[in-house]
């Protein structure tokens, strides 16, 4: 398959750790992480990490099934 670049945003409460468990999802599907951002949300307690991968969409479908759990 061919390689796309994709954006992917996450919603979730900010604790230690979460940055490090995210980038062993990737690590672990060899995946590259193009571009990492994290900011606030609209909803108190609540971060929006924003991560920018290129990858084939076979490889980003079991990232994100990954990131959901």
């Known amino acids: 398959m061919e390689k796309q670049e994709y954006t992917i945003t996450l919603y979730t409460e900010n604790s230690i750790g979460l940055i490090g468990r995210i ?3 990737f690590s672990r ?4 992480i193009e571009s990492l951002n994290t ?3 609209e ?6 990490f924003t991560i ?3 990858e084939a969409e ?3 479908r079991k990232l994100c099934r990954q990131l959901e759990k």
């Not at 909803?43 to 929006?48: F, K, P, Q, T």
Request: proline content about 5%; aromatic content about 0%.
């Open 58 to 60: 076979d490889v980003l």
């Open 23 to 25: 980038s062993t999802i």
């Open 29 to 32: 599907r060899k995946a590259n």
């Open 52 to 54: 920018v991968i290129t």
């Open 39 to 41: 900011s606030p949300s």
């Open 43 to 48: 909803v108190e307690g609540i971060h929006r």
